[in-house]
């Protein structure tokens, strides 16, 4: 459950930054493959610019398949924690709560 909250907040938190930035990020290119079927699937009458892609996974985000949202959430985690490879490689944040 809360590996699905920090996906939310990933996704949300990487669709609401810039696409210049997107394009910048490591991550990026990880990402646009990632989620190629869901922006053809849910956007493909969008016309790209000014964020209408990005506004449009926004409203599909529940929908989004299990790879496009965990190439957004490594990609975010990527941005949150720069040089913390380890968290990337183990892909999340481990919670000490004994869980």
């Known amino acids: ?6 996906v939310i907040i990933g ?11 997107a394009q910048m990020r490591p991550g ?3 990402v646009l493959q990632a989620c ?3 922006i053809r699937q849910f956007c493909s009458q969008v016309p790209p610019g000014q964020g209408r892609v990005k506004a449009c ?3 599909h985000l529940h929908e989004l398949s299990e790879p496009c949202k965990e190439a957004m959430f ?8 720069p040089g913390e490879s ?4 183990r892909g999340g944040i481990g919670c000490s709560r004994g869980r």
Do not use: E, N
């Open 36 to 38: 190629k079927p869901d």
């Open 1 to 6: 459950m809360l590996t699905k909250r920090y």
């Open 11 to 21: 996704t949300i938190l990487l669709l609401s930054t810039s696409g210049a930035m």
């Open 57 to 59: 996974m926004k409203d």
């Open 28 to 30: 990026a290119r990880a």
């Open 86 to 89: 380890s968290i990337v490689a």
């Open 74 to 81: 490594q990609a975010w985690l990527r941005q949150a924690f």
